[in-house]
């Protein structure tokens, strides 16, 4: 049975990686793929971002993780007017940071308000001396939450993180993108169910320091995404320091398929 889905998962490659964008722009309003903004993990590298995401799904825009660097990358391909939602997996600031330009911009320069920010409640609390002017409309996420973005169904459980973390699956026409957001090992991406078409697990982690904290080195987020079925593996939020050729070879080996590193500007069809 696992040799037959590691078989399966191999014949379905159809990856575009390494920096190089899809046949299909991300802002074309057709299809449903994943952009990366960002993708070092807890500070970002020299002329990198932390972790962010550029969602579309049928034309409809959402911004998933808002990390340092990552508002400036979004610009490139979607003006914030045609910006849907966002969606932030938890309160740490390599997640989150950018969202104060964003309510900058979109207080001061696009004139939007009532903006969707999905989040955990305990970036609410963070934020909300100055945030809760009706320019950002929160929406509380907890374990279990599910909601409409557009044409795209999203739900949240809960990861294995000092902080309140939601891991994400966003699923449209039968395809899903499973996110992990920030974890450690004693949460498995089979959580977010059956059917991923693209996993995107963090990788933070030298293979030395595996277990010293609640986040996953390369082998374990190729071990998670291949225990979860997942069709393709995408890593993500790799430490500047680390070697991302090596976390590379590292996933595949316990995947089992061809696994692809995140890199800015790349994306990647669901």
């Known amino acids: 049975m696992l040799s037959s889905a590691l078989s399966q998962r191999a014949g379905n490659d159809s990856r575009i990686g390494s920096g190089v964008v899809s046949a299909r722009n991300p802002t074309d309003g057709m299809g449903f793929s994943i952009t990366v903004l960002g993708s070092d993990g807890s500070y970002p590298g020299?002329?990198?971002?932390?972790?962010?995401?550029?969602?579309?799904?049928?034309?409809?825009?959402?911004?998933?993780?808002?990390?340092?660097?990552?508002?400036?990358?979004?610009?490139?391909?979607?003006?914030?007017?045609?910006?849907?939602?966002?969606?932030?997996?938890?309160?740490?600031?390599?997640?989150?940071?950018?969202?104060?330009?964003?309510?900058?911009?979109?207080?001061?320069?696009?004139g939007k308000r009532d903006f969707p920010v999905y989040a955990p409640e305990g970036l609410q609390r963070l934020m909300r001396e100055e945030h809760f002017d009706g320019t950002f409309d929160w929406r509380v996420i907890s374990d279990?939450?599910?909601?409409?973005?557009?044409?795209?169904?999203?739900?949240?459980?809960?990861?294995?993180h000092p902080v309140e973390t939601m891991a994400a699956r966003a699923q449209l026409d039968g395809r899903a993108l499973g996110y992990s957001a920030d974890t450690g090992p004693a949460w498995e991406l089979s959580a977010l169910g059956e059917g991923l078409s693209l996993a995107l697990v963090e990788a933070s982690l030298p293979a030395a320091a595996e277990g010293t904290i609640q986040h996953l080195t390369a082998r374990q987020a190729g071990a998670t995404a291949a225990g979860a079925g997942a069709e393709r593996l995408l890593l993500t939020h790799i430490a500047p320091p680390i070697d991302r050729e090596r976390a590379r070879q590292q996933a595949e080996e316990a995947f089992g398929a061809p696994v692809d590193v995140a890199t800015v500007g790349g994306t990647w069809q669901i």
């Open 46 to 110: 020299p002329g990198g971002a932390c972790s962010g995401y550029l969602v579309q799904a049928g034309g409809f825009y959402t911004w998933l993780e808002a990390g340092p660097g990552t508002l400036a990358n979004l610009q490139l391909h979607v003006p914030l007017d045609r910006l849907d939602a966002v969606v932030i997996s938890h309160c740490h600031a390599d997640h989150r940071s950018d969202l104060e330009s964003l309510y900058v911009a979109l207080r001061y320069f696009v």
């Open 144 to 160: 279990g939450s599910s909601a409409e973005l557009g044409p795209a169904r999203w739900t949240w459980r809960r990861t294995d």
